[in-house]
């Protein structure tokens, strides 16, 4: 996942199939990717094609307009501003 200006606690990352079905998302590492900006979940196995799964780190970081870290977005429709 992208972390570039993030703190990420890599203790609090966690891995779960949407629906809490078997077997549970094991966690073998947590790397960072200095080059990409991104933080890396080694996963002990590959998911299977279609599955879903929800990530839930903790993390803090400056609210950025650059379009990096953790960044706020808007957008004009219908002359109202999102």
């Known amino acids: 996942m992208h972390s570039k200006e993030l703190n990420i606690t ?41 599955s879903y799964v929800l990530s839930f780190p903790e993390y803090n970081g400056t609210i950025r307009e ?6 706020r977005r808007t957008y004009t429709e219908k002359n109202a501003t999102r």
Not at 24 to 42: C, K, L, R
Not at 66 to 71: D, S, T
């Open 66 to 71: 650059e379009g990096y870290g953790l960044f």
């Open 10 to 50: 890599t203790e609090s990352i966690s891995v779960e199939r949407k629906t809490g079905e078997s077997p549970a998302v094991i966690i073998n590492n947590i790397t960072s990717d200095i080059t990409h900006e991104m933080t890396v979940i080694h996963l002990a196995s590959a998911l299977e094609i279609g």
